[in-house]
């Protein structure tokens, strides 16, 4: 039987948009009464257009924010009850990688010591007295020693995604959010780093939430698919599925505009 990872029960998220004469304040229904679960060493690939809530969902899955009602659980406790040091467990447990993985590391580092200073922090946290070296988290991404020398900013789209999945993948976790992990990769280069998602996924026992709109590579890792629009799963269930025969009419008009 498989175990559920994370357990997402009526979720709720509205933020508060607009603000002044020409453009007035209105409530923004970002997640809207969603559920769902995610089992251990499972790919679930959530997929919609712009604006469709993928975001959103994710940071309240990673811990990043809490929903306005509704329960998030991780391994059956409420994550918005965990405190201190469980909070901090919960970070190296579940992490993220960002959609815009430049704006979140620092461009004045090199890549190297980035990875480093991520290393000495999950060493603290968990109390790891044998943490993963960086040359090893390195070859996790598949990202090539060339790269230690390097910043952000002097590496090609490919790497800087792989940089991204390093600095999840270090820590070992139970669940990595990847927030449209191939945008922006041209489509020649797509499957080098769709591969490194499987041989992660298939070497640590990780488990995904894929947030795309790039269905060719979320049909290649996800074994689940959940469609999402304004803030609603329209439809969820297997991936060969949805994808040959999709209940929704908006899956079917939404997966024939990307296909």
């Known amino acids: 039987m498989m175990k559920t990872l994370i357990d ?106 980035i990875i480093e200073g991520s290393i000495a922090n999950c060493k ?28 952000i900013d002097e590496l090609d789209m490919l790497d800087v995604k792989r940089t991204g999945i390093a600095l999840a993948a270090l820590w070992r976790p139970d669940l990595i959010v990847l927030d449209e992990p191939a945008g922006k990769l041209d489509a020649s280069v797509r499957g080098h780093l769709v591969n490194t998602l499987k041989k992660l996924r298939k070497e640590h026992g990780m488990s995904y939430l894929f947030l795309s709109r790039d269905l060719n590579s979320a049909k290649k890792i996800c074994d689940r698919l959940a469609v999402i629009r304004d803030g609603r799963i329209v439809e969820i269930g297997q991936t060969e599925k949805i994808m040959e025969n999709p209940e929704s009419e908006y899956a079917r008009e939404f997966l024939a505009s990307i296909l």
């Not at 959103?56 to 809490?66: K, N, Q």
């Not at 603290?124 to 910043?151: S, T, W």
């Open 8 to 113: 997402a029960i009526c979720l709720k998220k509205e933020y508060i948009a607009g603000g002044g004469i020409l453009n007035p304040v209105e409530s923004i229904k970002a997640v809207d009464d969603v559920s769902f679960e995610i089992f251990e060493n499972e790919a679930l690939g959530l997929i919609g257009g712009r604006r469709s809530g993928k975001t959103a969902l994710g940071e309240i899955v990673a811990g990043l924010s809490l929903p306005d009602c509704g329960l998030i659980k991780f391994r059956g406790e409420d994550m918005a009850n965990m405190r201190g040091k469980r909070r901090r467990k919960l970070h190296g447990r579940v992490q993220i990688v960002f959609q815009e993985i430049a704006q979140h590391v620092d461009g004045r580092m090199r890549i190297g010591e």
């Open 124 to 151: 603290k946290i968990q109390n790891n007295p044998k943490p993963l070296g960086i040359i090893e988290v390195m070859n996790l991404a598949g990202l090539d020693v060339h790269a230690y020398d390097c910043r």
